[in-house]
């Protein structure tokens, strides 16, 4: 059975850190495309990072980028987010999502559509 289930959001001031994991079932993790995304309040949902649990290439939103980090624990079937230096603009709910066994991550890591599991999101607040 396919299933994502993200925890770690919360509420941290502006400046601080936090850690979003995303328990994957094996099935669902197995050399698939995993990324998160966030959905800010009354905006669209967009990518925030993305990546393959065996490949060494890390994909980013711009406007992340050199502030948070996506890893994963293979051993474990975990995805994680570590985000520093966070701002009032990155608060949103944070979603995990995976595309099919085998799939890599490349230039189209952003489209919602190649990623048919998803997670039932958690919140990130950021106060300024």
């Known amino acids: 059975q396919v299933q994502l289930v993200e925890s770690g959001g919360g509420s941290v001031q502006a400046g601080g850190s936090l850690t979003l994991s995303c328990a994957a079932s094996?099935?669902?993790?197995?050399?698939?495309?995993m990324g998160w995304f966030r959905q800010p309040p009354g905006k669209e949902r967009e990518g925030v990072a993305a990546?393959?649990?065996?490949?060494?290439?890390?994909f980013y939103a711009d406007s992340v980028e050199g502030r948070f980090t996506i890893s994963h624990d293979n051993n474990n079937y975990t995805l994680y987010l570590q985000m520093n230096s966070l701002k009032p603009e990155d608060s949103a709910i944070y979603y995990c999502?995976?595309?099919?066994?085998?799939?890599?991550?490349?230039?189209?890591?952003?489209?919602?559509?190649?990623?048919?599991?998803w997670g039932q999101g958690t919140q990130v607040t950021v106060s300024s």
């Open positions: 999502a995976a595309r099919r066994s085998g799939s890599i991550c490349g230039g189209g890591w952003k489209m919602q559509t190649l990623y048919p599991y």
């Open positions: 990546a393959n649990p065996n490949r060494s290439d890390r």
């Open positions: 094996p099935i669902t993790y197995s050399s698939a495309c």
